[in-house]
């Protein structure tokens, strides 16, 4: 292959000047002019020129396809070989720019006309198992940045001509494609027409992920907790499809949204659905006690210590007291302290490199706890009781619902410090009513326990046998579903 290189844009003779003046070639130029990474080359026996970006385009497609191809046309049938259907025809500069810029090549012949050829093909990494969704029994192919990959690894396990896909274009300068999934038949079209309309309404200059383009849907942008499941995982987005779900990708991320999504899905994980049905159902229950604990475990602990020393057995009292003889702050600045410390240490571990991050988890955790107990700055049994919830806080398969339980956390333990056991309560309720009142497109969070659905609710809970299953979620049923209940379709 010959090695393509930029040419330099010297002054050319009048002759040359004359040709290509005032045509679609120089208006392209003019309005990329300072990009360095504009690539132009000739063909001058042919009279043709190319415009194009290196780092989009497929330079051995563009060597075999196009350059070896024209140099082979004759210099009088050139116009007729770009009448192809592999060429489209530009004929304003704005639409010839933009060509450009999504990784076409623009080849311009003497007589100014231009034409474009989709070359796009830009470097892309390897499709290899998530990290953050790590499973021990299942697939263990994740998504990738390139939003076709996306798509097939979808296409091949759903092989059906019911699965849709709609494109959307939003950021103002990013211009980033969205695609939206779903199965006909299956989908509740007034959700997806809510949903469609959301994503027409958004106004933005940038998009840069899945997870920053659902806080721009969401319909409580307020509510630190998640209305929308992300995933990196083809197997959850199947599954979700076939309940009659919206799946959702946004170019340049690896990362695919779904929606409608309740409060019990993020307790969800592929594992429980590989293992036996009473493991699987013990596990999540086992996730919905370390939901609790992590919120509430440290926030007791302050309000025993604090108001209700008469809750402590009296040999536990003894011990108890002993260890908080020399600390010298009170249950709730002794709490927020070492929180506060196992936030920094989570948050160090998570942006330093992976073998560092580690060590740096494990050593800090333990040496700063030592120290600050051998220092009288904090007690035994806090340090178990900091330690038992953020144990508990990495038993969640979503790292969303993680990170709005940590912050939660801080909210309970200070109402506790403040108020007791009426507090923790207090926050409790409080709880209860924002998820009770959150919604996702306009359909309830925390379904179906608010409003109540007894049968969805025993397969959000538990992982039911197979063939125990209900048909379809309420949250997803389609109108003709609600209407006459016939349909024998199980989803996973």
């Given at each position: 292959m010959r090695r393509i290189k930029q040419i330099k844009r010297s002054p050319k003779s009048a002759r040359s000047r004359n040709k290509w003046s005032n045509t679609l070639f120089q208006s392209a130029l003019q309005t990329l002019d300072n990009c360095a990474d504009l690539k132009q080359y000739s063909l001058m026996n042919k009279d043709l020129q190319f415009l194009y970006f290196e780092h989009l385009i497929d330079e051995e497609a563009l060597e075999?396809?196009?350059?070896?191809?024209?140099?082979?046309?004759?210099?009088?049938?050139?116009?007729?070989?770009?009448?192809?259907?592999?060429?489209?025809h530009i004929e304003t500069s704005e639409n010839l720019v933009e060509k450009i810029m999504e990784g076409y090549v623009a080849v311009f012949y003497r007589n100014g006309r231009a034409w474009v050829t989709d070359m796009y093909g830009p470097e892309v990494r390897s499709i290899r198992p998530s990290e953050t969704e790590t499973t021990i029994v299942g697939n263990h192919d994740a998504f990738i940045e390139s939003l076709y990959t996306n798509l097939s690894l979808v296409r091949r396990r759903l092989k059906t001509p019911k699965l849709k896909v709609l494109l959307f274009e939003v950021g103002e300068i990013s211009r980033s494609e969205i695609a939206l999934l779903y199965i006909d038949g299956l989908v509740d079209e007034d959700l997806l027409q809510k949903l469609v309309g959301k994503i027409k309404n958004v106004e933005i200059d940038i998009v840069i992920d899945s997870p920053m383009f659902v806080q721009l849907i969401d319909d409580h942008?307020?509510?630190?907790?998640?209305?929308?499941?992300?995933?990196?995982?083809?197997?959850?987005?199947?599954?979700?499809?076939?309940?009659?779900?919206?799946?959702?990708?946004?170019?340049?991320?690896?990362?695919?949204?779904?929606?409608?999504?309740?409060?019990?899905d993020f307790f969800h994980s592929p594992d429980d659905?590989?293992?036996?049905?009473?493991?699987?159902?013990?596990?999540?229950?086992?996730?919905?006690?370390?939901?609790?604990?992590?919120?509430?475990?440290?926030?007791?602990?302050?309000?025993?210590?604090?108001?209700h020393y008469e809750m402590i057995p009296q040999s536990l009292l003894i011990s108890l007291a002993e260890s908080r003889n020399r600390v010298p702050f009170s249950p709730l600045i002794e709490a927020l302290m070492m929180e506060v410390t196992i936030e920094l240490l989570r948050e160090a571990g998570a942006r330093l490199p992976t073998k560092i991050g580690q060590t740096i988890g494990i050593v800090?955790?333990?040496?700063?706890?030592?120290?600050?107990?051998?220092?009288?700055?904090?007690?035994?049994?806090?340090?178990?009781?900091?330690?038992i919830s953020a144990i508990s806080s990495f038993v969640m398969p979503s790292y969303m619902l993680s990170a709005a339980l940590r912050i939660a956390r801080f909210g309970f333990i200070l109402l506790a410090g403040v108020l007791g056991n009426f507090g923790l309560v207090l926050g409790i309720t409080l709880l209860l009513i924002h998820l009770s009142t959150l919604s996702n497109i306009s359909t309830p969070y925390f379904n179906p326990l608010v409003p109540l659905h007894p049968k969805d609710l025993a397969s959000a809970v538990l992982r039911l046998p197979y063939w125990q299953y209900s048909e379809r979620t309420t949250q997803a049923l389609t109108r003709n579903k609600r209407n006459n209940k016939t349909s024998g379709r199980r989803y996973v």
């Amino acid at each position: 292959m010959r090695r393509i290189k930029q040419i330099k844009r010297s002054p050319k003779s009048a002759r040359s000047r004359n040709k290509w003046s005032n045509t679609l070639f120089q208006s392209a130029l003019q309005t990329l002019d300072n990009c360095a990474d504009l690539k132009q080359y000739s063909l001058m026996n042919k009279d043709l020129q190319f415009l194009y970006f290196e780092h989009l385009i497929d330079e051995e497609a563009l060597e075999r396809e196009i350059l070896a191809r024209l140099e082979l046309v004759s210099t009088e049938q050139v116009t007729t070989y770009l009448k192809n259907a592999q060429y489209e025809h530009i004929e304003t500069s704005e639409n010839l720019v933009e060509k450009i810029m999504e990784g076409y090549v623009a080849v311009f012949y003497r007589n100014g006309r231009a034409w474009v050829t989709d070359m796009y093909g830009p470097e892309v990494r390897s499709i290899r198992p998530s990290e953050t969704e790590t499973t021990i029994v299942g697939n263990h192919d994740a998504f990738i940045e390139s939003l076709y990959t996306n798509l097939s690894l979808v296409r091949r396990r759903l092989k059906t001509p019911k699965l849709k896909v709609l494109l959307f274009e939003v950021g103002e300068i990013s211009r980033s494609e969205i695609a939206l999934l779903y199965i006909d038949g299956l989908v509740d079209e007034d959700l997806l027409q809510k949903l469609v309309g959301k994503i027409k309404n958004v106004e933005i200059d940038i998009v840069i992920d899945s997870p920053m383009f659902v806080q721009l849907i969401d319909d409580h942008p307020y509510s630190f907790f998640p209305q929308f499941l992300t995933t990196e995982r083809p197997d959850i987005v199947i599954s979700n499809l076939s309940q009659g779900k919206i799946a959702g990708f946004v170019e340049n991320s690896p990362v695919s949204f779904i929606s409608p999504t309740n409060f019990f899905d993020f307790f969800h994980s592929p594992d429980d659905m590989s293992q036996r049905w009473l493991v699987g159902s013990a596990t999540r229950l086992m996730r919905l006690l370390a939901f609790f604990i992590t919120l509430t475990f440290t926030a007791f602990y302050v309000a025993v210590t604090t108001f209700h020393y008469e809750m402590i057995p009296q040999s536990l009292l003894i011990s108890l007291a002993e260890s908080r003889n020399r600390v010298p702050f009170s249950p709730l600045i002794e709490a927020l302290m070492m929180e506060v410390t196992i936030e920094l240490l989570r948050e160090a571990g998570a942006r330093l490199p992976t073998k560092i991050g580690q060590t740096i988890g494990i050593v800090g955790g333990i040496v700063i706890g030592q120290a600050a107990v051998q220092a009288g700055l904090v007690s035994n049994t806090l340090i178990i009781a900091v330690a038992i919830s953020a144990i508990s806080s990495f038993v969640m398969p979503s790292y969303m619902l993680s990170a709005a339980l940590r912050i939660a956390r801080f909210g309970f333990i200070l109402l506790a410090g403040v108020l007791g056991n009426f507090g923790l309560v207090l926050g409790i309720t409080l709880l209860l009513i924002h998820l009770s009142t959150l919604s996702n497109i306009s359909t309830p969070y925390f379904n179906p326990l608010v409003p109540l659905h007894p049968k969805d609710l025993a397969s959000a809970v538990l992982r039911l046998p197979y063939w125990q299953y209900s048909e379809r979620t309420t949250q997803a049923l389609t109108r003709n579903k609600r209407n006459n209940k016939t349909s024998g379709r199980r989803y996973v």
